[in-house]
């Protein structure tokens, strides 16, 4: 069973990277402005966080298309803030 605070510790550690994203102006590869995937991501996490710390793990096919949306609108150099995504699975 993962620790309720490994996993709290990963989420908030996600959350942070988003604000960190949103603070920097993070652009798309493609040179857009990245806040309305940020912001849609910030509160998918928000909901996924209570979810998952009331069923003591985050959903497995939730992270994965989290990760693999991320992916696809993140520039290649901003690794931090899909490594933290990675954190939430681990913690799982």
Do not use: H, N
């Amino acid at each position: 069973m993962p620790d309720p605070l490994d996993l709290a510790a990963a989420f908030d550690a996600a959350l942070r990277q988003v604000d960190t994203a949103l603070a920097s102006d993070l652009r798309t590869p493609a040179g857009d402005p990245a806040r309305p995937q940020l912001e849609r991501l910030r509160a998918d996490l928000e909901r996924e966080r209570a979810a998952a710390l009331a069923r003591g793990s985050a959903d497995p096919a939730w992270v994965r298309a989290v990760v693999r949306s991320v992916v696809s609108w993140t520039p290649d150099t901003e690794v931090s803030l899909i490594a933290a995504l990675g954190q939430i699975a681990r913690a799982s």
